[in-house]
C-alpha cells in the first residue's frame, strides 16, 4: 500500500489545503503516515521556505518530495493546489517523474579540536559579525587562491542559483549541473586588499577551503538555508557537495528554464 508522510507549515491557507489532500488521499486508498521513514512519498505543502525547513529537520530525506505550493514565489514547489486531483492520479498509477538534486556540506573545524556539520539545499552564507569586513584565505583543494575581504562569501548549489545568490549576481545554473558556485559578497578590491569580484564554479569533487585570517574573522555567522548560527574559534570550513542528492518530483512537465521566465522575468 502507498504510504504518504505529509510537511507542512502552519499558515491557516496550507492548514486548509493539507486537510482537503489528506481526504482526497484516503479516499483514493493511500496511507497517511505519521513516520517519515516509513514512507514512499513526503507530500510538503507550503512554500519554497517549508521545502528547505522539511529538509533541515528531516536530515535530507532522499525519499521523493512533492511540493504543492501555497507560497508566494515556489520554485521548488511545484504543484498548484488546483492540480491536487491530477497529482494523485498521477502518484497512483505509478506515473510520477523525480529530479535528483545536489545539496552542500560544510565541515567547520575549531581552534579547540572540535568538528560539526551542516547540509544545504540552496546555500550556505560565511559572513562577520556586525559592520566589520572579514579576511579570509580561500584555497581550492589544496591550492591557495586568495585572501578575500568584504562581508563575506555565499556558497549556492546549482538550486540555490535562483535565491540569494540571484540577488548578489551570481548566475543561475540548471539543476542537471553537478557544481558548487561561489559568490563574493561585497568584496573590497583596492590598493589595500585584491579580492575576485565575479563568482567561481567548483566541479563535484573540488572543495573551497576558508581559513580566517586574524582572530575577529575567526567569529563568523554562518547562514544555511536562511537559518543563522554564530560561531567564535572557527580554524577552517570546508564546503564541497554532498554524495547524497535528495529527489524531487517533477510535475506539470515545465523545463527550469520555463520556471526562470514564469517567475524572474
Ligand atoms: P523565506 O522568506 O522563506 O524565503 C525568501 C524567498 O526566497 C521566498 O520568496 C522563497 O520562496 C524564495 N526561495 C527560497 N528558495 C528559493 C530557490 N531555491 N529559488 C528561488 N527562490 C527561492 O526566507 P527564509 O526561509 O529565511 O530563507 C530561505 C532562503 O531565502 C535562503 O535559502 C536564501 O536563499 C533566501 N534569502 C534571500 C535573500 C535575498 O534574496 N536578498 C536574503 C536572505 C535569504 P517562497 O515564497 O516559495 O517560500
Request: glycine share 8%.
Amino acid at each position: 500500500m502507498k504510504k504518504v508522510f505529509i510537511y507542512k507549515n502552519d499558515v491557516p491557507r496550507t492548514v486548509a489545503i493539507a486537510d482537503t489532500l489528506v481526504n482526497k488521499l484516503m479516499i483514493s486508498g493511500v496511507d497517511i503516515t505519521e513516520e517519515i521513514g516509513d514512507a514512499d512519498l513526503i507530500i510538503c505543502v507550503g512554500g519554497d521556505g517549508t521545502l528547505l525547513n522539511l529538509m533541515q529537520n528531516h536530515e535530507f530525506p532522499t525519499v521523493p518530495v512533492a511540493g504543492i505550493n501555497t507560497g508566494h514565489l515556489g520554485f521548488f514547489q511545484e504543484i498548484a493546489p488546483e492540480k491536487i486531483d491530477e497529482f494523485i492520479k498521477t502518484y497512483i498509477s505509478g506515473d510520477l517523474t523525480v529530479q535528483p538534486y545536489n545539496i552542500a556540506k560544510a565541515d567547520i573545524k575549531f581552534e579547540d579540536g572540535g568538528e560539526i556539520a551542516y547540509r544545504a539545499l540552496n546555500e550556505f552564507v560565511i559572513r562577520g559579525q556586525g559592520t566589520h569586513p572579514v579576511h579570509l584565505n580561500i584555497s581550492i583543494n589544496t591550492s591557495f587562491i586568495e585572501r578575500f575581504s568584504g562581508d563575506g562569501i555565499i556558497i549556492s548549489t546549482p538550486a540555490g542559483s535562483t535565491a540569494y545568490n540571484y540577488s548578489l549576481g551570481g548566475a543561475l545554473v540548471d539543476p542537471r549541473l553537478n557544481l558548487l558556485q561561489v559568490a563574493p559578497m561585497a568584496p573590497m578590491n583596492n590598493t589595500a586588499y585584491r579580492s575576485l569580484t565575479s563568482s567561481i564554479l567548483l566541479p563535484a569533487n573540488d572543495s573551497l577551503i576558508i581559513e580566517p585570517c586574524d582572530e575577529q574573522s575567526s567569529s563568523l555567522s554562518i547562514l544555511f538555508d536562511g537559518q543563522d548560527e554564530t560561531f567564535s574559534g572557527i580554524k577552517s570550513i570546508e564546503l564541497c557537495l554532498s554524495k547524497r542528492k535528495i529527489n524531487l518530483v517533477r510535475f506539470g512537465g515545465t523545463t527550469f528554464w520555463d520556471k526562470v521566465k514564469t517567475k524572474f522575468l
